[in-house]
């Protein structure tokens, strides 16, 4: 490679370098803000802030969802696994809403460490699969055929 | 170092102007006609003969054009950023016209993932926009690409403007790995990687042979497009040349 090639190889690797550690700098200075929610674990650690409406993500416990007579406020606990937080919500709850599914609520902490939410998103998970019936019916589909082959 | 030597030599025999546009008429009916049944073939897979998603029904089935889109808007963008420091290092001007010739299609790519994405979000996450760190580097992807554009129709010199846009192309690149690592550094409403990942990937494989199949439709689909585009603007560049009059006086 001749000098002038080399110099500007050098000069296009110093420019990655840089724009690299500049962005390393400011994500890593802003990196609680980049955040999009709160674990449980981080809520009780203390990390929420006071007064302010933040987000809260986790877990539906299983057997948790209650609703409220009026049909519109509901009352559920969100977990990590670690710790759980009760969560009280009045509005419409997205499709994916269920026991054991994601969310992602936001909403500030009451005085009795209760998640008052204002707005719940159902987070969704990256596995993509035929729903187990479907599994089952197709294992079956597949037995009664062999069984009918064998008479 | 002869090895070196010859391989230099043949890359620049083919980036040559006149080799480029007669290769590249030849390979733009192949990639072209493999686009069109890939894609013909991965739409009706993914359309009809995959099974439902056992939480989101029929609506996951928006993946087979998000994903591919969103693979592509990354892609096309490192294709840029690799031509532009081509061009900055070696001084093949090929190079600059892959990268400027890909600047619209990548953009368009951007906007088909974001657009795809939003229509999804709001049915399954209940919004159609949130500012997590995913959502957030996308967007800031699609403005790489209006940027891009942007300088390059501002500087009327076509050898500063190349020459300023691979520079940006290459500042640009460093978006890429934030994009696809955010939903790991970062908590984020967007889900983790399904797919490009070092695990064996969380898709049946009923879902995953039509998404294959569409994402190497969308690559082939760019190659058809970004050489056509690059065709054009080789030509009239070179309108002064002995080659280029030769082929208008065949035709």
Request: glycine share 8%; aromatic share 10%.
């Amino acid at each position: 490679m001749n000098p002038k090639r080399k110099s500007r190889l050098i000069l296009v690797l110093l420019i990655l370098a840089g724009t690299g550690l500049a962005v390393a700098l400011g994500t890593m200075a802003l990196k609680e803000n980049i955040q999009y929610y709160l674990s449980p674990s981080e809520v009780k650690a203390g990390k929420a802030p006071d007064g302010h409406s933040f987000r809260l993500a986790g877990l539906v416990s299983d057997g948790s969802v209650k609703r409220e007579e009026n049909g519109l406020t509901i009352h559920f606990d969100v977990t990590d696994n670690v710790e759980t937080i009760p969560v009280t919500f009045t509005g419409i709850l997205p499709d994916l809403f269920r026991e054991g599914q994601g969310i992602v609520a936001t909403g500030k902490l009451s005085d009795d460490y209760r998640f008052i939410a204002e707005d719940v998103l159902a987070k969704h998970d990256e596995n993509y699969m035929p729903p187990p019936v479907q599994d089952a019916l197709d294992k079956a589909k597949s037995i009664s055929e062999s069984g009918e082959k064998a008479q | 170092m002869n090895i070196w030597k010859s391989v230099m030599k043949f890359i620049y025999h083919f980036a040559s102007p006149k080799h480029f546009y007669r290769i590249s008429g030849k390979l733009i009916p192949w990639f072209g006609g493999l686009a069109a049944i890939l894609l013909i073939v991965g739409s009706i897979d993914g359309l009809f003969f995959a099974p439902v998603d056992y939480q989101q029904g029929d609506s996951y089935r928006i993946i087979f054009i998000h994903v591919p889109a969103a693979w592509m808007s990354m892609f096309v963008y490192m294709v840029m950023a690799t031509s532009g420091a081509i061009a900055l290092i070696w001084k093949i001007k090929l190079a600059d016209v892959v990268a400027s010739s890909s600047a619209p299609i990548g953009a368009a790519f951007t906007l088909l993932a974001l657009v795809t994405g939003s229509i999804w979000g709001k049915p399954m996450w209940g919004a159609w926009w949130v500012w997590d760190a995913r959502l957030t580097s996308e967007l800031i992807l699609l403005f790489l690409y209006l940027g891009f554009m942007a300088l390059e129709s501002a500087i009327e010199d076509p050898r500063a403007a190349a020459r300023a846009c691979a520079i940006l192309a290459i500042v640009g690149v460093i978006n890429i790995p934030i994009i696809h690592y955010s939903v790991e550094w970062w908590n984020t409403l967007h889900q983790g990687a399904t797919v490009t990942k070092l695990d064996t990937p969380s898709i049946h494989i009923s879902m995953l042979i039509p998404l294959l199949l569409m994402a190497l439709g969308f690559k082939l689909y760019y190659a058809t497009v970004v050489l056509m585009r690059a065709r054009n603007k080789v030509l009239y560049a070179e309108q002064n040349n002995g080659w280029v009059k030769a082929i208008i006086k065949a035709q």
